[in-house]
């Protein structure tokens, strides 16, 4: 097997270099939670933060940015690739303007969901808000490149959108309203609905090219597995299960509009679960040591503030671990994740 493994990454190396060269795409604007929010929630009264060390230990500079991960998320490797920057900002950190946002900006908020429920657990940005944030840098563009310019970025940008999993084990699993609503077949088809609707909406706004990332394995989280005391800590099956099914259905809602609107073209990225479901259960063959465990603490339960710098337990190189927190992948989970769907996304948009 992993003979197979290893020409495959040599080659995906050979795709990106050559992709910085000759990608154009105008712009990468991103909505989501954690998994892809590059510091929003530093600027907002939430107890859902990153923007302190040793998050960020591995990022330039050695600095906490907001990214809840050693160094850098998807978006990040991405946007790279497409020959944009580096890193995608923040829309509400201070240090950018709209002349940074023009080619990226991420309005993703860590423990948001597609039901406005989700993020009120821990008082983050609903994606309703995040949605308003874009429309106001609609605005912002428009006034600083001109219209013409504005629509041509906007069209042809690449949208990145990644949430779901904070709807379910933040949400329905953690807390009763939910439940007592909706059977968890219920809350699926719930969700799939405000999804469709968010879709809509952003297509209503000019955006043509979406790229939308299904659940990964959530029952095999660090934290899921902590707490999974009846099945010794291996992955929690149920969890898993839920996440296939929602991810077929979210399959059926983005054929359907890619049928329905005209010059609508969305990327359902359903197999991030494969993928990583193949680290967890083969992670020799991408370098990594752990995966039951975070680097970060006791790598059990710990996240945010409980993920703390002087902790003796936390781990010396973050690149032998599969998780970065209790939550969270490392930065080279990160990359290997970007780099398996990034040949996808570049023949996608051409």
């Known amino acids: 097997m992993a003979y197979i493994y290893i ?26 939670d954690s998994t892809v929010d590059s510091g929003n929630n530093n600027r907002i009264k939430t107890l859902l933060k990153s923007n302190f060390k040793p998050y960020g230990r591995d990022f330039a500079g050695g600095q906490p940015t907001g990214r809840f991960s050693n160094g850098r998320v998807p978006p990040d490797f991405i946007s790279e ?6 890193f995608v900002p923040a829309y509400l950190d201070p240090d ?26 821990l008082n983050v940005i609903p994606l309703w808000k995040e ?47 939910r439940q007592v609503q909706y059977t968890v077949q219920q809350y699926q088809d719930f969700l799939v609905g405000l999804a469709e609707n968010f879709m809509r909406e952003l297509y209503s706004l000019g955006a043509r090219k979406i790229s939308l990332t299904g659940l990964p394995p959530m029952g095999c989280l660090p934290l899921e597995r902590a707490i999974n005391f009846i099945g010794h800590h291996d992955c929690v099956e149920e969890y898993n299960n839920v996440a296939v099914e929602f991810n077929v259905k979210l399959n059926n809602m983005v054929a359907k509009l890619n049928q329905e609107l005209p010059g609508y073209r969305v990327l359902f990225t359903e197999k991030v679960y494969q993928f990583v479901y193949q680290i967890i259960r083969t992670p020799s063959l991408f370098g990594f040591d752990v995966v039951e465990v975070a680097c970060c603490s006791t790598g059990r ?4 503030y409980l993920c703390s710098e002087p902790n003796p337990y936390t781990c010396k ?14 930065e080279k989970t990160n990359q290997l994740v970007s780099n398996y769907l990034i040949p996808d996304l570049l023949q996608f948009y051409n």
Not at 19 to 28: F, G
Not at 301 to 304: A, H, I, L, T
């Open 96 to 121: 950018y303007g709209i002349s940074d946002f023009v080619t990226g900006v991420c309005f993703a908020s860590a423990g948001t969901g597609y039901d406005n429920a989700t993020s009120d657990v």
């Open 81 to 86: 690739a497409f020959g944009l920057k580096p």
């Open 317 to 330: 190189d973050a690149n032998k671990y599969m998780f970065w927190d209790a939550f969270h992948p490392t």
């Open 131 to 177: 949605v308003e944030y874009y429309k106001e840098y609609q605005a912002k563009l428009r006034a600083h490149v001109g219209h013409h310019k504005a629509r041509e970025i906007l069209t042809e940008a690449l949208y990145v959108i990644s949430l779901g999993t904070n709807d379910f084990l933040e949400n329905y699993y953690l807390l009763p309203r």
């Open 7 to 32: 020409p495959w990454l040599l080659f995906s190396q050979i795709l990106l270099q050559v992709a910085k060269h000759e990608a154009k795409v105008p712009a990468l604007i991103v909505f989501g």
């Open 301 to 304: 339960f710990e996240m945010s």
